[in-house]
């Protein structure tokens, strides 16, 4: 099993939808959870932390589930200016940080 | 303040032939990272420093060395360039370890032929 799975996607909505991103990780005692976004040829940049209680900041919305090891990010009212790939990011034991792979968002007008 | 900056941008060597890639930031972050970013496969972490003088391997180490002899550096060194080391390079920094935001630099292009 991967460490850190996310379904890449490609996910086409019109502007105005919601859509939601899972990840799954591997390990455990992992205790810092993350979304970054990567728009094309730019480098990550971090979208908001994950914490346990779940946590929201204007549009978005990231939720964390230590029992299944499941992370979520949920999107609402989706603009143009949303497009880019969403990053999953959980530590590993000590310093390292683990990227998943990304999901990619493309949103139409 | 510039945050993190990657020197060069763009590079194009030859197989067998030698490079360093500099990163350099101004936030007096204490942690660095270099980081490489292949098709289909993510970031995946070459080397970090938890500070001045020290270094550690990460994930895909090999082919490989850094150096981080000043604070706001971290240099990445390849000693014989493989094409399978093209890819895109990142460099972060962070305040400290895990629990904390890592700020990327705009990513150095690699290409081994």
């Known amino acids: 099993r991967k460490e850190v799975e996310q379904d890449p996607g490609p996910f086409n909505v019109p502007e105005g939808a919601t859509v939601a991103f899972n990840c799954t990780y591997s390990?455990?005692?992992?205790?810092?959870f993350f979304w970054y976004r990567q728009d094309c040829r730019k480098e990550p940049k971090l979208l908001m932390s994950?914490?346990?209680s779940g946590n929201e900041d204007g549009r978005f919305t990231a939720q964390l589930n230590r029992a299944s090891q499941y992370i979520s990010l949920l999107i609402r009212d989706s603009k143009l200016s949303d497009s880019a790939t969403y990053l999953c990011?959980?530590?590993?034991?000590?310093?390292?940080?683990?990227f998943g792979k990304g999901t990619t968002l493309s949103v139409s007008s | 303040n510039a945050g993190v900056t990657q020197t060069p941008k763009f590079r194009v060597l030859k197989t067998g032939q030698s490079m360093t890639l500099l990163c350099a930031q101004d936030?007096?972050?204490?942690?660095m990272y270099w980081y490489r970013q292949d098709p289909g496969m993510g970031l995946r972490l070459i080397h970090y420093?938890?500070?001045?003088?020290?270094?550690a391997k990460g994930e895909v180490p090999d082919g490989y060395n850094v150096s981080r002899l000043k604070k706001q550096n971290f240099l990445l060194g390849l000693e014989s360039a493989a094409p399978s080391q093209t890819s895109v390079y990142f460099c972060a920094s962070s305040v400290a370890g895990y629990r904390n935001e890592q700020f990327f630099g705009p990513g150095t292009r690699l290409t081994v032929l």
């Open positions: 990011v959980v530590n590993q034991a000590g310093t390292a940080l683990i």
């Open positions: 420093s938890v500070g001045e003088g020290t270094t």
């Open positions: 390990n455990s005692a992992s205790q810092s």
């Open positions: 936030m007096n972050h204490e942690y």
């Open positions: 994950v914490y346990s």
